[in-house]
């Protein structure tokens, strides 16, 4: 039984990847390249290629290629950090550009003209940060300049993100190649900032939680209220006020944001003096939270 529901949750991981893939590609091929607007990563170099150099190699042959380049030169770079899903979304993400542009020719379905750039820009760059979040999210990828940034981290002292965003933002810029045309070049910069917001909300925006901290001289009594009502824990920790010298009690609580308004109003209810600070966090991991992942 266990063996089974393990198979089961592969096969719908990759189920889902596959589906994310799916929109992250759809959106340059049916938006972005039509209205020649640059992202970035390889898919962003392979469209440059294929606008400005005049390399007319369909984009996602040119994906593969590049992709499998980065590939071979990060086995003997970095040694054997590249798994199945790496290698499934390269090929995958190659498979449903060729399925997109000359299986289904789906740059007809829009007169992307009409839309204007600045809105093939939200559009495409909200497909594909929803599109590669889901990927994200069961643990997959597309490959791509993340290779080169790990390659660039490993000997040089700068964080694999940061290598990624000046890689990027060089990618975007070459787009003026493509169209001649600073807006583009502007328009490919508002897909980064959209894709990016997207890929976060879609990764983190039903986990975000909050810790509260709360200085109160009923701090007992909400924490009771809190663990009855709420069902959440609270903390009690022992303080000192640094200019009094006395001792109080600061109450802890970490909450999901679903739940953060019934405790702020637990608070204003038994005690409305209280003192309060609110925090967003970049995760909680554990009891009815989540679920640490290595």
């Known amino acids: 039984m266990q063996i089974f529901k393990k198979k089961q949750h592969v096969i719908i991981s990759y189920l889902i990847i596959t589906l994310g893939i799916l929109i992250y590609t759809f959106g340059w091929a049916a938006v972005m390249l039509p209205a020649k607007i640059v992202g970035g990563g390889v898919s962003g170099i392979s469209s440059v290629l294929y606008y400005a150099v005049g390399l007319h190699i369909p984009i996602g042959v040119m994906n593969l290629v590049i992709n499998a380049i980065l590939v071979l030169i990060g086995f003997k770079m970095l040694g054997s950090r590249f798994g199945a899903n790496t290698i499934y979304g390269i090929v995958m993400s190659s498979l449903c550009f060729i399925l997109w542009q000359q299986v289904l020719h789906v740059e007809t379905l829009f007169d992307v003209s009409q839309f204007g750039g600045f809105m093939c820009a939200i559009i495409g760059g909200a497909l594909c940060g929803g599109g590669i979040g889901m990927t994200f999210a069961m643990g997959g990828n597309s490959g791509g300049t993340d290779i080169i940034a790990l390659i660039v981290s490993k000997y040089y002292n700068i964080s694999p993100g940061k290598v990624i965003m ?7 810029g070459s787009s003026f190649f493509v169209s001649h045309k600073i807006e583009n070049v502007v328009f490919g910069y508002i897909v980064m900032v959209t894709m990016t917001y997207v890929l976060d909300m879609v990764l983190d925006g039903n986990k975000q939680s909050y810790q509260i901290l709360v200085f109160s001289q009923k701090n007992k009594e909400i924490g009771d209220a809190i663990t009855t009502e709420v069902g959440r824990g609270a903390t009690l920790l022992d303080a000192e006020g640094c200019y009094s010298h006395q001792g109080q009690q600061v109450l802890m609580i970490m909450v999901h944001k679903t739940d953060k308004p ?4 637990i608070i ?11 925090s967003k966090t970049q995760g909680v991991y554990g009891k009815n939270f989540e679920k640490l992942k290595l």
């Open 166 to 172: 000046y890689l990027d933002i060089f990618i975007v």
């Open 262 to 265: 019934h405790v702020m109003q």
């Open 268 to 278: 204003h209810r038994i005690d409305d003096n209280a003192f309060i600070s609110v």
